[in-house]
C-alpha cells in the first residue's frame, strides 16, 4: 500500500529537526491559546448560527479562538500560509501551510457537552507533517512532528497492536451532508457496531484521531471531512506507528474527505468491511430516501 508519510513531506520541504521542532512547539502554543479562549466561552456563548447546511454551527467562540490562533501564528511564523475553517484560505496553499480548526466539535461545544478541540497542522503539498491538538477539558495537547515523536502532554504515546475487529473499540462520525446524501455512513456504522466490542461517536474528529494514536481506540473511519479536521491528527496518529489511508486502502489525500485511522495490525480489517459495505451504502439499511427528510 502506498501510504503517505509525514517525515517524506518534511524532507521534501527540507525542515532539518530543529525547525520540526520548533514549529510544533508554536503549533502547540497556538493549539493551547485557541483552547483556553474556547473554555472562556464554555457553558456561556453570545451568539450560535447556521452556517448553511443543517447543523453545521459557528458560536462566537469559533471566531474568537480562530482570531487568536491567527494572531498567535502570524507572529511566530509570518512566511507560513493558512488554511483556517472560519475565515478561510490565506497565501500559496501547495508550500508550508497551517491548517487550523479553532473549534472541532462546534456541535458539542453549543450544547455544554465537553468533547471539543482547538487543532492546528502544517502541511506540505497537502501532506499533514506535523499538528498539535489541545483538549482543554482534558487539559491534554496532542502534538507531534517527524523526528521529534507524538506526545500527549509530555508523554511519548503509541497506537494499539490490536489485531482483530472482535477485540476492537472503534470510532467514527457522520458529515453534515448526511442529511442529503445516501452515502451516509450509516451502513458502515451498522457493520461495525456489529463485528467490534463498540463504535462511539464523539463528535470532534481531531480528538478522534488523537485517541488513536493514544491506544484509547483502536481505530476510526469517517467520511464528509475537510483539511483542518484531518492535518494535526492525521501526522499524530502516524508519528504514534499508526497506518493512515483512505477507504479500500487507497492513498490517503487530505482534499479527499475519507479516511482511516488505525494500528497497523488491525488498519487492513477496517479497509476490507469498507469494501464490502460499499455496495450497500446507503441501500439496504433503511437509510430514508433523501426527498422522505424534507431536504
Ligand atoms: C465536525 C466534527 C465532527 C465530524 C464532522 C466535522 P466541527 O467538525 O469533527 O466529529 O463528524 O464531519 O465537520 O464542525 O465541529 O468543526
Ligand atoms: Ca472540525
Ligand atoms: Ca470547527
Known amino acids: 500500500m502506498d501510504m ?8 521534501a520541504a527540507q525542515l532539518s529537526t530543529d525547525e520540526l521542532n520548533r514549529l510544533v512547539q508554536v503549533a502547540r502554543r497556538a493549539a493551547d491559546r485557541g483552547a483556553a479562549e474556547l473554555m472562556s466561552h ?8 447556521n452556517k448553511g447546511r443543517q447543523g453545521d454551527l459557528v458560536t462566537n467562540a469559533d471566531l474568537a479562538a480562530e482570531r487568536i490562533v491567527l494572531d498567535v501564528l502570524a507572529e511566530e511564523t509570518p512566511t507560513i500560509a493558512v488554511l483556517a475553517e472560519e475565515s478561510g484560505a490565506e497565501g500559496s496553499q501547495d508550500g508550508l501551510r497551517w491548517c487550523i480548526d479553532p473549534l472541532d466539535g462546534t456541535t458539542n ?3 455544554g457537552y465537553p468533547f ?3 487543532s492546528i497542522g502544517l502541511t506540505y503539498q497537502q501532506i499533514p507533517v506535523l499538528g498539535a491538538i489541545a483538549v482543554p477539558f482534558l487539559r491534554e495537547t496532542y502534538w507531534g512532528a517527524p523526528g521529534v515523536g507524538a506526545h500527549c502532554n509530555d508523554q511519548p504515546i503509541h497506537v ?10 472503534l470510532v467514527t462520525g457522520f458529515a453534515y451532508d448526511r442529511h442529503q446524501r445516501l452515502d451516509n455512513n450509516y451502513a458502515e456504522f451498522c457493520w461495525f457496531t456489529h463485528r467490534t466490542r463498540g463504535v462511539r461517536r464523539g463528535g470532534a474528529a ?3 484521531l488523537a485517541f488513536v494514536a493514544a491506544g484509547r481506540q483502536d481505530g476510526y473511519w469517517e467520511r464528509g471531512l475537510s483539511p483542518w479536521d484531518l492535518a494535526a491528527g492525521v501526522a499524530i496518529v502516524e508519528l504514534a506507528g499508526g497506518m493512515i489511508s483512505g477507504y479500500d486502502g487507497q492513498p490517503f489525500s487530505l482534499n479527499d474527505g475519507r479516511v482511516v485511522a488505525a494500528g497497523p495490525r488491525l488498519h487492513p480489517a477496517i479497509t476490507e468491511v469498507l469494501d464490502l459495505v460499499k455496495p450497500l451504502s446507503g441501500k439496504d439499511f433503511g437509510a430514508p430516501e433523501v ?5
Open 42 to 49: 464554555y457553558g456561556r456563548l453570545s451568539s450560535i448560527e
Open 116 to 118: 471539543f478541540a482547538t
Open 206 to 208: 481531531a480528538v478522534d
Open 291 to 295: 426527498t422522505a427528510m424534507g431536504s
Open 4 to 11: 503517505m508519510n509525514c517525515a517524506a513531506a518534511a524532507q
Open 109 to 111: 461545544f453549543a450544547h
Open 160 to 169: 494499539t497492536d490490536c489485531t482483530r475487529l472482535e477485540d476492537a473499540l
